[in-house]
């Protein structure tokens, strides 16, 4: 039997180790480098940063869906931005991932949500041609940035002083 649940603060070493198992999948081992300790402040500590669904198969974790708000300026309203997806190899086509988008869905429903978005590596066709199952339109005009370590801390530094 398929159930979805919504993690607790128990649940961070499982969902370091998905984190991991991700990780790994997307050829991106070295990249994770959380701890438990990071996940138990970051998403259960006084002001969460996102949320994690968990998949269990026959009561056994399965999958994962780490997700949080972000807002759409030209909606004027909320959106659910889903960060990562992931189920393990040997519960695939089993409809776990499909019962965590769902799930998802009715979240951001309830939550009068504008829209659900997600980033999918592009060499990841499995998961390209299963979004597209969906209905999910891939943002092809869009190209996405990022700044992190020594980038990041030096554009911080480069903010004028107030005079």
Do not use: C
Not at 102 to 122: F, K, S, T
């Amino acid at each position: 039997m398929l159930q979805i649940r919504n993690a607790t603060r128990d649940d961070a070493p499982l969902i370091g180790q998905f984190i991991r198992e991700l990780a790994e999948y997307e050829r991106l081992s070295a990249e994770a480098v959380v701890t438990d300790a990071q996940l138990r402040e970051s998403l259960f500590g006084p002001r969460p940063a996102a949320e994690v669904l968990i998949a269990l198969l026959d009561d056994h974790p399965v999958g994962f869906a780490l997700f949080f708000q972000n807002f759409s300026t030209f909606r004027g309203r909320p959106g659910l931005y889903l960060e990562d997806l992931f189920v393990r190899p040997m519960a695939r086509s089993q409809g776990v991932g499909r019962a965590l988008l769902a799930r998802l869905a009715q979240i951001a429903l309830e939550r009068n949500y504008g829209r659900m978005e997600w980033a999918v590596l592009n060499w990841n066709q499995p998961a390209i041609a299963f979004y597209e199952t969906l209905g999910a339109k891939p943002m092809s005009d869009w190209i996405i940035y990022r700044l992190t370590g020594t980038a990041l801390n030096e554009l911080a530094s480069r903010l004028p002083q107030s005079q």
